[in-house]
Structures are given as structure tokens and as C-alpha cells.
């Protein structure tokens, strides 16, 4: 209960913000709460757009949009296409404002614990899964789809990605598609991943290469 008087604290005076509160959590079928004491908390500047079919689930509180500096006017961005799905774990999620997540259509995204500052970017075309505890620094970008398609013979422009548990991405550090990241690893700032990471390891570099092993981060 107490959770849920903090969040009402959250939204302020912005009618905006209630108005999409009270919509999304209690009359759109694009928001599947598992816990009835848990909701998307939509902040004053936040943009959300679902498409048909599109589903949002709440095993926790997600918060979109918050300001990371006082009187600031940045965007939290969610799109989720036709038939893409987006899971909010038990830990909960809270997007800064600066961040855009999309979900591509029948892609998933499904986030058990993060911390991401602002400027990161999601692109979920197969699925991304990230892991509990863990922390994305500013300007950080997933991408599991290209997008846009290449004529090779072979080609395959979507393939997961999968974070594990209590991840550390450095800043402006970019993870690409078919990309799985053990538990406890670090990617340095500016790396481009192209291949799989091992747990508790440490890479860096363009494209990026095991540095060092055995590593241990706390936040």
C-alpha cells in the first residue's frame, strides 16, 4: 500500500499523467496486470502508443518518464507494434526520461530488473530478455532487429538477444542481435557486441573481445 501512495506522489498535478494512469491500468486491453496493486505509472512527459494486438504485463511497477534533472522536458518513449509483448518482471522497471523502448511487431521484450539512464535506446524484434540487477548506463542500445532487410542469400535480419543477471553496460556501449551476455559480466564503455559474452567477464573494443576473467562489480 505503501507503494502505491508513493506512486500517486509520482504523477503530481499533470492531468495528463492521471488521465493515462487511470485509462491504461483499468480500461485498455493492452495492459495485463498479474497484481492488482501493481501499475504503469505514466510521468508527466512520458509517450505511449500501443498498437493492435499489443500487450504490456505487470508482474511489478513500471515507471515511465522520470526526470532525471528537475524542470527538464525530456520524453520517456514506449511503443509496442502489432502483436509485440513487453514483461515487466517482479523487480519493476523505471524509465528514465530520454529513453526509447520499442517492441517490434510479434516481438518480446522482458525486462526482470534494470536500471538504464537516459539516452537508451531497446529495439526488440526477436526477443530480449534482461536478467534482475541489472545497470545500463547513458546512451546504451539494444537492437535484436536490423530493421531493415539486406538481399544475402542466408540473411536473418531478427535473432535474440539475452542478458543475464546483474549486467553492467557501460556507456554507449551497443549489443546486437543473436548476442547473449553471461551473468556478472561488464562490457566497457563505447563496445560493440557482436558475439557471445561469458559470465563474469569483462569486454571491451570495437568489435568487442574478452579484456579480462573472473570479474567481480557492485553497484
Not at 125 to 153: E, M, N, P, Q, W
Request: proline fraction near 3%; hydrophobic fraction near 45%.
Amino acid at each position: 500500500m505503501n507503494n502505491f501512495f508513493k506512486g500517486i506522489s509520482l504523477l503530481g498535478l499533470s492531468w495528463k499523467s492521471w488521465y493515462y494512469f487511470l485509462w491504461y491500468n483499468f480500461f485498455s486491453s493492452h495492459v495485463v496486470r498479474n497484481d492488482r496493486m501493481k501499475f504503469l505509472w505514466p510521468k508527466r512527459h512520458s509517450v505511449i502508443r500501443f498498437e493492435k494486438g499489443a500487450r504490456l504485463i505487470l508482474n511489478a511497477n513500471y515507471i515511465i518518464g522520470t526526470q532525471q534533472v528537475k524542470g527538464a522536458h525530456q520524453e520517456g518513449r514506449l511503443l509496442v507494434q502489432e502483436h509485440g509483448t513487453f514483461i515487466i518482471g517482479t523487480e519493476g522497471f523505471e524509465q528514465f526520461a530520454g529513453m526509447f523502448i520499442r517492441v517490434m511487431p510479434h516481438g518480446e521484450l522482458q525486462i526482470d530488473g534494470l536500471v538504464a539512464n537516459e539516452g537508451c535506446q531497446i529495439t526488440a524484434g526477436k526477443r530480449i530478455y534482461i536478467g534482475s540487477g541489472c545497470l545500463f548506463a547513458r546512451d546504451v542500445t539494444l537492437r535484436s532487429d536490423d530493421v531493415h532487410h539486406i538481399d544475402i542469400k542466408g540473411y536473418e535480419p531478427s535473432k535474440p538477444i539475452s542478458i543475464g543477471n546483474h549486467v553492467w553496460l557501460g556507456q554507449g556501449a551497443t549489443v546486437m542481435k543473436g548476442v547473449s551476455i553471461g551473468d556478472g559480466a561488464i562490457i566497457a564503455a563505447k563496445a560493440l557486441v557482436l558475439k557471445d559474452v561469458p559470465a563474469m567477464s569483462l569486454a571491451g573494443g570495437i568489435p568487442a573481445k574478452i579484456i579480462k576473467e573472473n570479474v567481480k562489480w557492485k553497484a
